[in-house]
């Protein structure tokens, strides 16, 4: 059963950070690359940040040069480091393998406000 488990959201002040991480079971997570989501309400679910299985990373335009993505193999982990954050950056975000049929964590709310 695969599983992705997503923690770290939570009320910031504009400006600040936060890390998200994403522990994922039940596929081989060294071979697939992985994917942060977000959906703020009332919008469409959108694509943050992605990582390949090598390392090779992307990001929405909206959040280059603030946000960071990385993987851990050896923890089956993927992270997502936010700074600079802003109001607008407020939403759910979910973490994403982008394999098969698409696997998805239940989310975790990131809110910016002052």
């Known amino acids: 059963q695969v599983q992705l488990v997503e923690s770290g959201g939570g009320s910031v002040q504009p400006g600040g950070s936060l890390r998200l991480s994403c522990g994922v079971s039940?596929?081989?997570?060294?071979?697939?690359?992985m994917a942060w989501y977000r959906q703020a309400p009332g919008k469409r679910r959108e694509l943050v940040a992605s990582i390949s299985r090598g390392g090779s990373t992307s990001y929405a335009d909206s959040v280059k040069g603030r946000f960071t993505i990385s993987r851990d193999n050896a923890k089956n982990t993927v992270l997502l480091q936010m700074n600079s954050l802003k109001p607008e950056d407020t939403a759910v975000y979910y973490c994403?393998?982008?394999?098969?049929?698409?696997?998805w964590g239940q989310g975790t709310q990131v809110s910016v406000s002052s």
């Open positions: 039940g596929i081989m997570f060294s071979v697939v690359p």
């Open positions: 994403n393998a982008p394999v098969g049929s698409g696997y």
